[in-house]
């Protein structure tokens, strides 16, 4: 078992950079697959970014494709969001998650950092 804690969030404007940072403790975190999802109010939680613990494989939705940067430090627990271009649309709680085999259906989950984008 694992537990996750997300900080990082805040208010920027539009344009500017965020990175969110998620600790985690508990199990060994090395082997499991973490990633972050979002979600807005009144929208369902999307994906955002993954990163597998096995040869340290990286997937994002295309909303973060060519903005965002997923990557781990295991001697840390700690994993990364690096958000660049930030746009009110990306206005939303960030969760961080972790998993043994499926990130998309994970087990264990922090409790979110608000991200807020102004225009």
């Known amino acids: 078992q694992v537990q996750l804690v997300e900080s990082g969030g805040g208010l920027v404007q539009a344009g500017a950079s965020l990175t969110l940072s998620c600790v985690a403790s508990?199990?060994?975190?090395?082997?499991?697959?973490t990633g972050w999802f979002r979600q807005a109010p009144g929208k369902e939680r999307e994906f955002v970014a993954a990163?597998?613990?096995?040869?340290?494989?990286?997937s994002y939705a295309d909303s973060a494709k060519g903005r965002f940067t997923i990557s781990r430090d295991n001697a840390k627990n700690t994993v990364y969001l690096q958000m660049s271009s930030l746009n009110p649309e990306d206005t939303a709680l960030y969760y961080c998650?972790?998993?043994?085999?499926?990130?998309?259906?994970?087990?264990?989950w922090g409790q979110g950092t608000q991200v807020t984008v102004s225009s």
């Open positions: 998650a972790a998993d043994t085999s499926n990130i998309l259906a994970a087990h264990y």
């Open positions: 990163i597998r613990w096995i040869g340290g494989f990286k």
């Open positions: 508990g199990d060994t975190f090395s082997r499991y697959d």
